[in-house]
T-cell receptor, first 108, second 114 residues
Framework: KNEVEQSPQNLTAQEGEFITINCSYS?????LHWLQQHPGGGIVSLFM???GKKKHGRLIATINIQEKHSSLHITASHPRDSAVYIC??????????FGAGTTVTVRA | NAGVTQTPKFRILKIGQSMTLQCAQD?????MYWYRQDPGMGLKLIYY???????DKGEVPNGYNVSRSTTEDFPLRLELAAPSQTSVYFC?????????????FGEGSWLTVV
């Protein structure tokens, strides 16, 4: 069993809809990263958080350390948000445990 | 700043051949990493380095070697390529440890071993 589990695996939304991606982890962590990967492209860091909530534009990330759960929300989704979203958890200084990713497709 | 630069972007290797994937960063980051990404799987750490002259194995180091002679460069060497090494490879860097620092990724290198 992977240390980091994401759900759903795939998600299709209509433009403007609110999207939620969930991430659960089975080990104690010190920080969690949310990453975005566009088709055929590189990987970009969206958030790094160890508690509470962070917001950047239409993206919101939350984490509940006690429940070992994090969520990434996309408000007013747009076709350019179509990408794979990956969560990754770290419990030490160098190792990230990655989820398998959630493929998000936003239709116009 | 260019960030993290990887070359080549695409490469086809024959079984048994060797090659080096180049990675350079211009952000003066101490930590550098090599990951591989296989379909439907999370990224796996191959090797990492916490500074020039220091390297260590990650989760899947077999068949690979690295060196870190400078802060900027972290090449990944594939010796005797095997079909199991067909994957997408990502180099990454961070200023410090993962729990307090953003990680920056290169654009990826698509490698096929035939």
């Amino acid at each position: 069993k992977n240390e980091v589990e994401q759900s759903p695996q795939n998600l299709t939304a209509q433009e403007g809809e609110f999207i939620t991606i969930n991430c659960s982890y089975s080990v104690g962590i010190s920080a969690l990263h949310w990453l975005q990967q566009h088709p055929g492209g590189g990987i970009v860091s969206l958030f790094m958080l160890s508690s509470g909530k962070k917001k950047h534009g239409r993206l919101i990330a939350t984490i509940n350390i006690q429940e070992k759960h994090s969520s990434l929300h996309i408000t007013a989704s747009h076709p350019r948000d179509s990408a794979v979203y990956i969560c990754a958890a770290t419990s030490n200084d160098y190792k990230l445990s990655f989820g398998a990713g959630t493929t998000v497709t936003v239709r116009a | 700043n260019a960030g993290v630069t990887q070359t080549p972007k695409f490469r086809i290797l024959k079984i048994g051949q060797s090659m080096t994937l180049q990675c350079a960063q211009d952000m003066n980051h101490n930590y550098m990493y090599w990951y591989r990404q296989d379909p439907g799987m999370g990224l796996k750490l191959i090797y990492y380095s916490v500074g020039a002259g220091i390297t260590d194995k990650g989760e899947v180091p077999n068949g690979y070697n690295v060196s870190r002679s400078t802060t900027e460069d972290f090449p990944l060497r594939l010796e005797l390529a095997a079909p199991s090494q067909t994957s997408v490879y990502f180099c990454a860097s961070s200023y410090g440890e993962m729990r307090g620092n953003t990680i920056y990724f290169g654009e990826g290198s698509w490698l096929t071993v035939v």
